[in-house]
């Protein structure tokens, strides 16, 4: 009999088609791709903490570069595929990465979904079994674009979900006027990706932030909290008792989610305004019960401690392993080896479970397979 071999699957792993790069070349504001005379490669800016580089280095040659390279792991699927084998990757759920179509005109962003969908699920058939995608929606555009989007992915082979932002249609996954899209997209059988872009207003990082933190602050705390935020909004709106077959992957383990479900539930429990508007009597699924029925969270969190309360929160058997994929590049080491930002995730999963556990195949790939239908053509 053949050895049992654990099958590795990447679901939280990004890139830019190359139609997508080129809108991004022709922007002037965030987010934009440009080059600079003193760097070879041109730079990708996508944050609002970038904002103020950007201006600096546009003044003055000597100022630091802003963003990041713009490498070829961010746009070519040659490339992904050899990431993918040389950290032993069986199967790369793909996604575009943020800010998704969010800054485009409701004219534009119906075509231009469709556009990267197909391209997508292009993609993804030159390499059958190894890769699917999770599509991005128009969210700019009229609600019957965004639905006809909905059924548009929902025939696509590859496609096994979407990656969402925070904002919704501008007001945020608590929008009232958000909830026939989740409703479509959980009938559609799709899993969401939930994935941060916005992170917190600059000013919370100080007046030192930009010349002397680097992106540690917006990316290490601002990222967490803006999907902590998100999802409590959708729990105190009553989003996942609304849209029960909801299912929703949370990036980064869920922010911080797992460490601060219990002083969520308990301020619920001690909110006067909600004790007599009668959201916290009988019956009430606590946030305990929704991390466990309706969501997943990726295992892209880099320690056993913070994976520890991920697995606490929802379980082992909602757990599954991502990288992350083109960001966070060895800085120091050749860009076509082994990536220390992936080693460490895949450490943490050891360190939790154990090496070669049920749990550790299980996160490292087996969830994704069953959850995603990733054994399915
Ligand atoms: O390094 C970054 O800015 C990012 C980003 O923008 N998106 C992401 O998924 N990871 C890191």
């Known amino acids: 009999m053949a050895a049992f071999k654990m099958r590795v699957v990447d679901i939280h792993t990004h890139m830019y088609p190359p139609s997508y790069i080129k809108i991004l070349e022709s922007r002037s504001a965030i987010p934009l791709v440009r080059t600079f005379p003193q760097a070879a490669d041109p730079r990708l800016i996508l944050l609002e903490a970038e904002v103020k580089s950007l201006e600096e280095a546009t003044q003055d040659a000597t100022a630091k570069l802003p963003g990041r390279p713009l490498t070829s792991h961010f746009a070519s699927l040659a490339q992904k595929v050899h990431f993918m084998d040389t950290h032993g990757i069986d199967i790369s759920v793909i996604s575009l990465a943020n800010p998704w179509l969010d800054f485009l005109s409701a004219a534009e962003s119906g075509k231009m979904a469709e556009s990267v969908n197909e391209e997508f699920s292009r993609m993804c058939s030159e390499h059958p079994g190894r890769l699917f995608f999770f599509a991005t929606l128009p969210l700019t555009a009229p609600l019957e674009t965004l639905l006809a989007a909905v059924s548009h992915v929902q025939g696509l082979k590859y496609c096994r979900g979407i990656i969402l932002g925070t904002t919704g249609l501008g007001k945020g996954l608590d929008d009232p006027a958000l909830l026939p899209i989740l409703e479509a997209v959980a009938a559609a059988h799709l899993t969401v990706f939930l994935h941060p872009h916005y992170g917190l207003p600059n000013e919370v990082w100080g007046p030192r932030a930009s ?74 699924r606590t946030v305990w019960e929704v991390l466990k029925e309706q969501i997943y969270l990726d295992a892209v969190i880099y320690s056993e401690v913070g994976l520890k309360a991920a697995i606490d929160a929802t379980g082992a058997d909602r757990l599954m392993f991502g990288t992350d994929h083109p960001f966070f590049p060895p800085l120091e080491t050749d860009e076509q080896g082994e990536w220390e930002s992936v080693s460490l995730n895949a450490a943490a999963v050891t360190k939790a479970v154990g090496e070669g556990s049920g749990e550790a195949t299980a996160i490292m790939g087996g969830n994704a397979i069953s959850i995603l239908r990733l054994d399915q053509d």
């Not at 705390?221 to 299912?247: C, H, N, Q, S, W």
């Not at 797992?258 to 019956?283: M, W, Y």
């Open 211 to 284: 010349a002397e933190y680097g992106h540690v602050l917006p990316l290490a705390l601002g990222f967490p909290m803006e999907t902590t935020i998100a999802v409590t909004r959708m729990y105190l709106a009553g989003v996942f008792d609304k849209v029960r077959d909801l299912r929703m992957i949370l990036a980064h383990s869920g922010g911080t989610l797992p460490f601060l479900a219990g002083r969520i539930e308990s301020c619920v429990l001690h909110d006067g305004q909600l004790v007599r508007e009668g959201k916290v009597g009988k019956g009430r």
